[in-house]
């Protein structure tokens, strides 16, 4: 490509980009799966303090199931992190296979 006079964006949009699509898939799916199990680390060394400063989404709905016993909001508070996980996940890759379609890459 390069002999070929292409730049170093267009190298990187239509030669580097396509070949690393899935492994960035793959990292971000991963990330957003290990950020899902970062409440036992948190909770061992912090308890979600001082204050609320590290508070996490899974954290907040522990402390509303268990210390303020209200089941039925804490699950509400669990599904709806997952919906949200599945959300960013399903729009990454929705995303990154609509960038690749504007290039002619499949």
């Known amino acids: 490509?390069?002999?070929?006079?292409?730049?170093?964006?267009?190298?990187?949009i239509y030669i580097v980009f396509p070949l690393i699509k899935n492994t960035i898939l793959v990292c971000i799916t991963l990330c957003v799966a290990g950020n899902m199990k970062v409440f036992d680390h948190i909770y061992t060394m912090t308890q979600g303090g001082p204050g609320n400063s590290s508070m996490v989404m899974a954290m907040y709905g522990y402390k509303v199931s268990f210390a303020q016993q209200n089941m039925g909001y804490g699950s509400a508070i669990s599904v709806g992190i997952f919906v949200v996980s599945l959300i960013v996940i399903a729009g990454v890759q929705k995303l990154m296979n609509l960038l690749m379609k504007d290039k002619g890459v499949e």
Do not use: T, V, W
Not at 1 to 12: C, I, M, P, V, Y
């Open 1 to 12: 490509a390069e002999l070929d006079g292409a730049s170093a964006f267009q190298r990187a």
